[in-house]
């Protein structure tokens, strides 16, 4: 059974324009790159996926399609936070030595711990087709 949402046409061309766009900006951005997304690209692509999971009512399935992303939101979150109570309890410079990660975001971790750029998209685009189709199988429990 195909999820229906009545009235949604205007909806079903927005998802495909954003989807458009996408593959679009995707085939530029293959390495080498031509174009890169900065916070402008990226804030409004995420307000759009989040509006319409919002209009879904999907937002959980959000979260699990977005896990790589997710992910990468919670290493600065928990990077920032430990840092910064270790630095008032311990002084910066054990805060510094006692990092979680070696960097945040979590990507730039895995690159510092010697993985090629290549390994870690590709690593990251496995793990999101797994959110991908965890989040689909989801839509079959409701």
Known sequence: ?????????????????????????LWYNAHPAQVFMGDTGSLALGGALGAIAILLKSEFVLLIVGGVFVAE??????????YKVLKRRKGAEYAQKNRVFRTAPLHHH????????????????????LCAFLALSTLKLR
């Open 1 to 25: 059974q195909v999820f229906y949402l009545r009235g949604a046409g205007e909806l079903t061309v927005f998802c495909a324009a954003v989807m458009g766009a996408c593959i679009g900006f």
């Open 73 to 82: 939101m919670v290493s600065v979150i928990i990077q920032r936070v430990v």
């Open 110 to 129: 895995f690159e510092e711990g010697g993985w090629d750029e290549s390994q870690v998209v590709v690593r990251f685009w496995i793990l999101g087709i």
